[in-house]
């Protein structure tokens, strides 16, 4: 189990329970854990590697080389390595700065994130020149997970890391989801969309996927570099025409969009090039699985356990009002699971800044549910990121109970003046109910508890 402060877990009758709800969290994020869910994925048994019922003979390579970016890429690749020992040739890994874990083989490299920087280009620079020695008898093993997107790219030629910053700056500031912006950078990055696969061919490619995206599509997470791309140049443009940005997007930008337009530019692979033969993709961790390890605990601690979703989207506090409501229904009708109960789902909220305070969208979400839940008796609720870090802040998320607005009005604090400016955090710091855990070199998205005891 992770440690948590004593502040945290305060006295009395408050402290049995909130021990309950972080062994409950613990337990998701040791199934989380980017290192025990490779070597759950990946054995080896004599000369075979064995894989997700794929099995390769370890013995018809000459190489194995390990590349990857990610905040879980350190711990994955140490994993790698662990399981194959010396056949481990070579490797390159980004990661995001502070996210590292010693390695043998594999060079580790940290930059920056959430914004690209050019040690992450020089990192990626790097895996380029080794796969390019890559061929049919070598195996290259991928470590993908949350962040890779920013932490391994490489633009083509002609395109600056300055000229994609200011297009993703256009982008987020006319409103543009993720989805849309990736589809622009997969046609203008050497790795995304499917472009790690081709610089690697003809080795064979096993990606090791740890997912930090709600459902899970392999297409999306970390811009899919070892996937069949599901966009066309003509998506891409039609971003830009959906914002309005075709006439203000960066010359080299354009250029290389309106080539691709033209045919006079190789699209992103798709389904059925033969290159993905040789490619396999495995999802090692994923929201899904650490809310099920969450929810196997929660039983064994005798509650009665419902895992409601692991799709959840939406503004952090208004999901909480659904958590609130929730608790009333169990309180009052024994639905839809009697007390003993924890009810939980994962996915990831979202946060509109309305102020100039610190948070993330999980301590807003404990914030806004401490308001509807004020009074209601024997009644916790923890939301938590499981990378340990949510929004720009140390704290994983924050812990609150019907009794959580009541102790901060007699200590002078206003619990809707700092969720109108956003400033959960130093709410919960004066309370002293951060959920603290460092960072847990994971990303598998969001969980929410709810207990009802």
Sequence with gaps: MYRFSEGLLKSGR???RRQAALEVLSAALEAADPGEAVK???KVDGEVLKIAGSEYDLGAFDRVLVVGGGKAGA????AVEEVLG???TAGVVNVKDGHVAPTRVVRIREAGHPMPDERGLAGSREMLKLLETAGPRDLVITVISGGGSALMDLPVVGVSLEDMKALTDSL???????NEINTIRKHLSLVKGGGLARMASPATV????LSDVVGNPLDVIASGPTVPDTTTFQDAWGVLERYGLTEGVPGSIGDRLRAGLRGEVQDTPKE???LFDRVQNVLVASNELAAEAAATRARGLGFNTLLLSTFVEGEAREIAKFYSA???EIITYGRPVARPACVMAGGETTVTIRGNGKGGRNQEMALSAAVKMAGMRDVVVLPAATDGTDGPTDATGAIVDGGTVARAREMGLDPMEYLARNDSYHFFEKLGDLVITGPTNTNVNDLTFLFVF
């Design 172 to 178: 987020l500031k006319s409103g543009a989801t993720i």
């Design 206 to 209: 096993i990606s090791l996927i």
């Design 40 to 42: 759950r994925f990946l």
């Design 14 to 16: 408050t402290r049995e």
């Design 75 to 78: 711990a994955m690749a140490g």
């Design 86 to 88: 010396a056949r481990v």
């Design 326 to 328: 929730m608790a009333r």
């Design 272 to 274: 059925g090039d033969a």
